[in-house]
């Protein structure tokens, strides 16, 4: 398993993910002409460490905005990462938003709702 | 197109198996429940993402109507600008110009009283010349006066023009224009296209 590290541009975040240590961190714009293709690699490797490995996850997640592809993305993530607490591992979901981004505070609040997971919500000072 | 198939590769994967199993007519009880599953979960996730999907449209047309709000403000204030500053160079020109006037005035009246009086009273014996040579002269600098003002406006306009690093732009400096205040993704996501 390797180690995903993406730099943020203006259009796609930051994407990282350690498999060693279980952390996933998104943050950033999630607008990319192919969302399927850009978080192919990431999506790989967390199959392979929701399959393979029996330790816990952590994922920080902070978007100002993202497309509706990446919004199917996101939710395919979150499903595994549900799967994952359903079957008995830790999983901790921190959706970090701007104060007064509140559009984006209730988009993680229906990510939470539909999934039935617990998420920490963290607000930025803007 | 195709990479919008490859976002939904699960649900094609289902839906084309159990097509087979329909075409064979094979389908199970356990093959039913499977399909009923799928679709089901399909149906969450359009719903999922039409409610997100929406709200981050109303946060993108809110970011919208503040880009237009602030767009207007900074034509107003960019045109009250373009005024003071006018105004201003227009100032600092007349101040200019009169200095210049008001020196040659000075050595004007100076010369003529110490010359040429003198050289009107001795040669020309003409009452009263003394004071028409003055009142020329004064009229004289006054219509010089309105000349220079508009020979250094037009200098003036020139530099601006050119975007010299003359007193005007300094003055344009100093006033600077509104900064839009939005949050930097947004800003990113709306002005960088």
Known sequence: MEKVYIQATDYTPFVYFDPSTGLIELKGNSNPANSNSFYQKFIVELDEYVTHESGGLTANLSFHYFNTSSSKCIFNMLKKLHKMQEAGRCVTINWYYLEEDEEMREVGEDFSDILHMNFNFITIAA | ?193
């Not at chain 2, 084309?16 to 996730?45: E, P």
């Not at chain 2, 006018?86 to 020196?103: P, W």
């Open chain 2, 1 to 193: 197109m195709n990479d919008l198939w490859g976002l939904y590769d699960e649900e094609d994967k289902a839906l084309h198996a159990f097509k087979t199993k329909a075409q064979q007519n094979n389908i199970s009880r356990k093959d039913l429940a499977q399909f009923i599953d799928s679709y089901q979960d399909l149906l969450i996730q359009s719903k999922v993402i039409t409610k997100v999907s929406d709200k981050l449209q109303s946060k993108l047309n809110k970011a919208n109507e503040r880009i237009i709000e602030q767009n207007e403000e900074i034509v107003e204030k960019n045109s009250l600008l373009e005024s003071t500053i006018g105004q201003l160079v227009k100032a600092q020109v007349g101040k200019k110009a009169s200095t210049i006037i008001f020196t040659a005035a000075v050595i004007m009246f100076l010369s003529e009283e110490v010359f040429l009086g003198e050289a009107i009273a001795v040669i020309v014996h003409i009452q009263y010349l003394d004071l028409v040579v003055k009142g020329c002269i004064a009229f004289g600098l006054k219509f010089l006066e309105g000349g220079l003002e508009t020979f250094f406006l037009k200098k003036e306009q020139i530099k601006i023009v050119k975007g010299n690093n003359g007193n005007v732009p300094e003055l344009e400096n100093k006033f600077k224009l509104p900064t839009i205040k939005l949050s930097p993704s947004i800003g990113k996501l709306l002005f960088s296209k």
